[in-house]
């Protein structure tokens, strides 16, 4: 399978609105906002979670000050050196897992 095969599925389906992959585009647009910072929080967790489980409590300390202090090439470094995606990546990844298990339930 070449890459493109792979990738247009993944795109697409990151591209595709949840709301209506779940049926639910009719939605108010308050239901939409507080659906969507729901969804917003359970991916923000699932970063968190994933750099508790691979990071020891001082390299968390140490990406915590750097992101505080917008210090990318530090936030960048600290990942590397434990094989971690960008922290972009990780939100993608972790919008695509939830994209999925979400249609798939």
Do not use: W
Request: proline letters at 2%; one cysteine or more; glycine letters at 2%.
């Amino acid at each position: 399978m070449t890459d493109q095969a792979v990738q247009t599925p993944i795109q697409d389906l990151l591209n595709a609105d949840i709301f209506e992959l779940l049926g639910m585009a009719g939605i108010s647009s308050k239901q939409r906002q507080d659906i969507s910072t729901d969804m917003i929080a359970t991916i923000q967790n699932r970063i968190i979670a994933r750099l508790q489980d691979a990071l020891s409590v001082n390299d968390q300390d140490a990406l915590m000050a750097a992101l505080g202090n917008r210090r990318n090439e530090e936030v960048c470094a600290i990942l590397s050196v434990h094989s971690l995606p960008s922290l972009e990546t990780m939100a993608i990844e972790e919008v695509l897992i939830y994209k999925h298990q979400s249609i798939n339930e």
